[in-house]
């Protein structure tokens, strides 16, 4: 009889170990999958995170590219303006400088008409 309860204490033993070792492969499949999926959905956050560092770098690239273009046809813009500036300078200086002989030459044509008159009055007839 006592070999009989060792018997049936050892099968139930047996029997609680294997589904103790059948829950611990449960229990491990179960933090296995939920491992993977945690991995999966933080992979989903990643990708999308690189994803948009790829095109922010992208678009970084295309402004500095951009920028570079529109500072040198500023510099050219530049240029122009200053020789327009210039242009409009060396006109301004003709202008003035028109005006100065005009002005001399009227200065002139009255002296000379002066001296002229001046020279019909004291003439005898």
């Known amino acids: ?20 070792e059948k829950r611990r492969r449960e229990a491990i499949t179960a933090a296995t999958c939920l491992t993977e999926a945690l991995v999966d959905h933080l992979n ?10 790829r095109k922010l ?21 530049i240029g122009m303006v200053e020789n327009f500036n210039q242009a409009l300078k060396e006109i301004g200086d003709v202008e003035n400088w028109a005006r100065s002989i005009e002005l001399d030459m009227r ?19």
């Open 44 to 53: 989903v956050g990643v990708a999308q995170a690189y994803m948009n560092q």
């Open 1 to 20: 009889m006592l070999s009989r309860l060792l018997k049936e204490h050892q099968a139930k033993q047996n029997e609680r170990k294997e589904l103790q």
């Open 57 to 77: 770098d992208h678009e970084v690239k295309t402004l500095q590219v951009q920028a570079a273009q529109f500072a040198k046809q500023t510099g050219q813009w």
């Open 107 to 125: 200065t002139i044509a009255t002296a000379l008409e002066y001296v002229y008159k001046g020279q019909l009055q004291s003439a005898p007839p």
